[in-house]
Structure formats: C-alpha cells, structure tokens
C-alpha cells in the first residue's frame, strides 16, 4: 500500500500571519516538558455538513503534549448519480480548553489524517484553519490529495515557534476548528470518495501543543 503524504511547511505561518501574533505579557520561555496536571477539553459545539451532532469527538493524549478530533461520518464524494452538493463537506468544531493554572498554550503543528478512493482525472483537497474567540479568523491552508488513490492519505502544517499564537494567558477563549473536504469528478467517469473519519482507528486530526508558564 502507498501512503500519500503531503507537507505544508509555510501554510501555518501564513496562518499565523493573519491573526493576533505574539507571546502573552510577560510569559516565560518554552517549556521543554508539558505541565503535569492534565488538560480537559469540552467540545461546545459543532456544526456543519461533515459532522452532525454526535457524530465528532475530541480526545486529549495522555502526556499533554496534543489533543485528537475524530470524526464518523466525515465524507465528501463525487461520480455518477452523486449530487453536486456532496462534493463538499465542512465542519466546524468550538471547543474550550481548560488550561493548568499558570499555564499557556499554542498549537504549533496539525496533522491531518483520512482516507481516498479517487479515480484518475478526480480532484480533491482538504482545508482548515482554526482561531481563538475574539482573535481574526485565520486563512484557510489547502492540501491537494492527487488522484488515482487508493489508501490514506496525510497532510501536516508545522508553524515555527516565533510565529505561533498564544492562548492569552488567564483567559477562557474557545477555540474554533474550521475543516472542509473537497472533491470533483473531473474527467474520471466513476466514484470517488474522500473522508476524514475514524474508520481504522488512525484516522483523525491531532493538533501538537506548545506550553509555556504565565506570570
């Protein structure tokens, strides 16, 4: 089997680019190890064609260093007999992160995870963004899946560490998760499908966390 993988080093900092950038007053360095106390993540809300109520979940990884989105009914398809409207699935998650006191957080890479039946001559991709409440909604980055694919596919965006976002330090602020799939028959004359799903358990969006200790 083949694994597509696709890397979009300079997506994040255009992401970056477009909201409130910086560190919170007065914070400290980076911290090579998370805090100990663990994080809790409440998911608010969510809406959108890609996942209907109950149907996404977020989990936080054990050493607090990221936490998981998992979707189960996240699919976008296109072909003969599919209409048009299902060629693009969205899906927009709210969640509030609690944070150890002291503590602040940004999220410094994304991974994200799904599989693709594209016939050739379909095309597909993959965008999202994310912001905190009350900060400007970032651009969206854009992955292009390349058809013909049968197998996950993988698309990553790392920011550099001066460019990241930090949760103000202190505050509650949601943080909105914005993802869409996209995909268009094109010249191909079968199905195709792409998803971003729980379907082997590997399956998801993990997004990686920067620490550092408020004043």
Known sequence: ?????????????????????????SAGNILD???????????????????????????????????????????????????TT????NCQLNVLVHVPQGFTFAITKVDYRGYGLLQRGATASQRANYYFQGMTQSTFSVHP???????????SDEVPVAAVVWHPCGE?????????????????????????????GSISTTYHFAWRECP
């Not at 089997?1 to 994040?12: C, D, E, S, Y």
Request: charged share 20%; glycine share 8%; hydrophobic share 45%.
């Open 86 to 89: 299902e060629g693009r699935k």
């Open 172 to 200: 509650l602020r949601n943080l909105n998760i914005n993802t869409e799939l996209r995909v268009a028959k094109g010249t191909s004359t079968d199905a195709s499908f792409l998803t971003m799903d729980s379907t082997d």
């Open 33 to 83: 190890d998370p805090p100990s106390d663990h994080i809790v993540i409440d998911l608010v809300a969510m809406a959108g064609s890609g996942c209907r109520p109950g149907t996404a979940d977020v989990a936080v990884s054990p050493d607090n260093t990221a936490f998981t989105a998992i979707y189960s009914e996240y699919l976008a398809q296109a072909g003969p007999g599919i209409p």
């Open 1 to 25: 089997m083949r694994k597509l993988l696709v890397r979009g080093g300079a997506v994040l900092a255009l992401i970056a680019s477009s909201l409130i950038v910086g560190s919170p007053a």
């Open 145 to 155: 899946v390349a058809a013909p694919l049968d197998d996950n596919w993988f698309a």
